[in-house]
């Protein structure tokens, strides 16, 4: 049985792209984890995604995976998209390449000019070459790169596409202290998400799957965490990094120990104990 | 600057074997960690390599950076093709895709059909497509592994290739009990290997450097592990997992959690301390 695996980055301007990303230069590792490596994109670059997902950053599954969202907050983005029929049709890319260190290095580099001009530079590859029906932000750095983009010149004289701003996935846990307080902020980060769905199911005129939409309730529900395709990801990556969630972790006992170890540990279960 | 990269699998028939690998019921778990995923190649496969070298199998560097034979025993086979003048055109492949678990497991499962019958698509993809000049076995279950391929139907009617079999790389690290014993063996290693250079550098006819052969001492010496290839890594790759050595480690209280877990480290000195 073949299994379907991404075949990467060959094609132009992919290839180039790829080979010119912003080191140490343009990103400061002060506020950016760049020792990790840069984490470019997930989905289709063949010219076939129909929703361009715009992420904020990396973390610690992504480093390893080498494809972006592929942790907690980038499988309730595919149940996002699956609730709208997009199964396949996507194309997610992240405001930054390398996961943002400590508070507020996001903020204060939203507005640097290397940083937005690479990411110009991605956007522009993915609508010249992709029948992109509409564009979601996870998060208001997300939603800034957008309007970055929109304010570029070669953004200029393209029909204006369908645009949400929804609220980030991983919001309840960033914002919550308790439990309580995480559930409060799903329910409140679902009814932004269903506004979200209502007002692009209409406009997406080549869905994936053809079902009638159905909203959110209050919580997650089963399905909303669908696997990340196979086909997402390089050939060879084992399949439980792509179906289950928490398999890698940031350990130290100082500051310095936690930023250098990723601690990657096989999901109990799929080794016979 | 343009980050040269490895492009992958995208070009058939690799694009086709890399989803067509075996898996668990033809790797038993009991014997090779197939949990980590297969790990096919590093090198040239867009019909550049002159000289073909097959490993063993590979081991916790390899599943991070999905590539086969950058740890130790790739940097000690990286120096000895440079010796030979052979910087980029060569193509690694390994006797076997996963991760040999516990004492045995090579040895048991060299002859399996299964094993052996996808292995020989690799072996005939790349010979078809390159101009192959030598091949080169690193240890034993790799010399059985080409002696394998000869047997096969697909290896009749191709002239015959040079061929040398040299003591594994670490066999030094994994035969001696003292430090004093590893360095003898090395020193015995490298008369083996110094056979093997004596061999090979008249019959390489298209070296990438040209200059005379310079045999090993009694130990390893400055420049006789070389960097990885930038261009052998996929994009986005952090420098130091080609430049250092030891980045990442098998850690666990119990034979199960140690088989579980893969620690990764960026080595001291890439981050301020």
Chains 1, 2 share one sequence.
Do not use: C
């Amino acid at each position: 049985m073949a299994i379907p695996f991404d075949r990467g980055y060959y094609k132009q301007p992919f290839a180039k792209l790829v080979s010119e990303y912003p080191a140490e230069d343009i990103y400061p590792p002060a506020d950016f984890r760049v020792e990790w490596g840069p984490v470019f994109h997930r989905g289709r670059l063949d010219g076939s995604a129909r929703v361009l997902i715009i992420g904020q950053d990396p973390a610690q599954h992504e480093v390893v995976a080498r494809r972006i969202l592929v942790g907690t907050a980038g499988k309730r983005a595919q149940g996002f998209l699956r609730r709208l029929g997009i199964t396949r049709s996507y194309v997610f890319i992240n405001t930054f390449l390398y996961s943002v260190y400590g508070q507020g290095g996001g903020t204060r580099h939203i507005g640097d000019p290397g940083i937005t001009a690479y990411r110009n530079r991605w956007i522009k590859a993915i609508l010249d070459r992709s029948p992109i029906e509409a564009v979601v932000a996870l998060g208001g750095l997300a939603n800034t790169a957008w309007q970055n983009w929109l304010a570029s010149p070669d953004a200029a004289g393209r029909s204006s596409l369908p645009f949400q701003h929804l609220t980030h996935p991983t919001w309840p846990e960033s914002s919550a202290d308790t439990n309580a307080e995480r559930l409060v902020a799903v329910t409140k980060m679902l009814e932004n998400w269903n506004d979200g769905l209502a007002a692009l199911k209409p406009i997406i005129h080549h869905p994936d799957t053809t079902e009638p939409l159905v909203p959110y309730g209050t919580a997650f529900a089963a399905g909303d965490l669908p696997d990340i395709l196979p086909d997402d990801l390089p050939p060879g990556t084992p399949a439980w990094m792509r179906t289950e969630e928490g398999w890698a972790t940031r350990k130290g006992e100082t500051p310095l120990e936690k930023r250098r170890t990723i601690v990657v540990r096989v999901p109990k279960g799929v080794l016979p104990a």
